[in-house]
């Protein structure tokens, strides 16, 4: 079984910062594309990042450019994403999912990611 698990959320005020990390068992992300998602309360799925595994091609959200680092570390299976300058508007539930191989664009649907892991709560204080 693939299993996917994001870490790293947690409370912070406005202004911090935050690095998400995404595991997998049963899977390996080499060659593929890890995307991370999000979903505040009351609100639709939204993408946020991606990057691809193979040539590390990175994908952001334009209100987070600037303010969020992808990057992937296929010696440890692991994708982190490295949030600076958190804003409340960031509060969210933050999924990380898989692609297999490479992505032509990124959805907020998120049809084109085949697993994903549970979230990892962010909240942002004013």
């Known amino acids: 079984d693939v299993q996917l698990q994001a870490s790293g959320g947690g409370l912070v005020q406005a202004g911090g910062s935050l690095r998400l990390a995404c595991a997998a068992s049963g899977f390996t992300f080499r060659h593929h594309t890890v995307g991370w998602y999000r979903q505040a309360p009351g609100k639709g799925r939204e993408a946020v990042s991606c990057?691809?595994?193979?040539?590390?091609?990175?994908f952001y959200k334009d209100s987070v450019k600037g303010r969020f680092t992808v990057s992937s570390d296929n010696a440890k299976n692991m994708v982190y994403l490295l949030m600076n300058n958190l804003e409340p508007s960031d509060t969210a539930i933050y999924y990380c999912?898989?692609?297999?191989?490479?992505?032509?664009?990124?959805?907020?649907?998120?049809?084109?990611?085949?697993?994903w892991g549970q979230g990892t709560q962010v909240t942002v204080s004013s």
């Open positions: 999912a898989v692609a297999r191989g490479g992505l032509a664009v990124m959805t907020d649907s998120g049809v084109e990611f085949e697993y």
């Open positions: 990057i691809s595994t193979t040539d590390d091609t990175t």
